[in-house]
């Protein structure tokens, strides 16, 4: 060997050059290769689950709108039935009272008609019971008694 200094030989460094290549493209399918690979899969997996995520949330915040929404609308027709019930059972008491006044009327007209028979049946007793007292007082006027309005306040006591 001669010439260069330092003891270098040209073919040693090119097999070792080889040897570096060979070294680094083995490496490069064996280990850097499988794990860009994996790498870039767990990447894509995390990036999509992100992905499915937010849909899934955009979904949820969705279904919650809606059923707000429905809840309003329950609680609007909610109130609506229960102005309509109120509005029902007012109605009903309203019914009920004038129901209650027409009978109150029907039994105040009834015991005044009552009232008013037994009267009349008091008066005609009443006039019967003079009758007959008076019919008793000229017959014993006939009979000649002589004290007759003393016969006459006797009879009425009784």
Request: glycine letters at 4%; a negative charge; zero cysteines.
């Amino acid at each position: 060997m001669t010439g260069l200094p330092l003891n270098i030989d040209w073919q040693q460094i090119v097999l070792h050059l080889f040897n570096f290549v060979l070294l680094s493209g083995g490496l490069y399918i064996l280990l850097y290769k499988p794990v860009a690979d994996f790498m870039k899969k767990r990447e894509d997996h995390y990036r999509e689950m992100a992905e499915d995520a937010k849909d899934k949330q955009d979904e949820a915040e969705k279904l919650r709108k809606e059923y707000e929404k429905k809840l309003e609308g329950a609680r609007e027709e909610i109130e609506q039935m229960k102005q309509e019930a109120v509005s029902t059972a007012k109605a009903a008491a309203d019914k009920q009272l004038e129901n209650a006044d027409a009978k109150a009327k029907k039994i105040l007209e009834d015991a005044k008609e009552q009232a008013e028979h037994e009267r009349d049946k008091m008066m005609e007793s009443a006039r019967e019971e003079l009758v007959n007292l008076a019919s008793e007082a000229a017959a014993k006027i006939i009979d000649g008694e002589t004290d007759v309005y003393e016969s006459f306040a006797k009879a009425a006591g009784r």
